[in-house]
């Protein structure tokens, strides 16, 4: 049962947010490092970005490790994480300055 009386608990509910993470000296980390709990994000790296943008869970990212974060307007997918954290999420880039884009509920 919900905190709302007669609410559905299997309807997305409306609280969360978006954050934005510029990468900087190659790396980036959801919301700046600091907790920002959560149950899902929806990640995709910005259209003007000029690197390869990729993530992981938990530990620093580096140009072998984690995945690929799609980019927005070059393909059509958009990278979803079930996560209890956003700052769990560690980018890395070959370019600094490109923007990774992370929507999230709570």
């Known amino acids: 049962m ?3 009386k007669n609410t559905r608990l ?3 509910p409306g609280q969360g947010g978006s954050v934005r993470v510029t990468i900087d000296d ?3 980390q959801g919301n700046d ?3 920002l709990p959560c149950k899902k994000c929806w990640i995709i790296a910005d259209s003007s970005n000029t690197g390869n943008v990729r993530v992981t869970i ?11 974060v799609p980019e927005f307007g070059t393909n059509h997918f ?13 980018f890395y880039d070959s370019v600094d ?4 884009d992370i929507l999230y509920r709570e």
């Open 26 to 28: 190659n790396v980036g």
């Open 2 to 4: 919900s905190k709302y």
């Open 58 to 68: 938990g530990t620093d990212c580096t140009a072998t490790t984690g995945i690929p």
């Open 97 to 100: 300055d490109d923007i990774v």
């Open 10 to 12: 299997d309807i997305v």
């Open 78 to 90: 958009i990278l979803e994480i079930e996560i209890d954290d956003v700052s769990s999420l560690y």
């Open 33 to 35: 490092g600091d907790s």
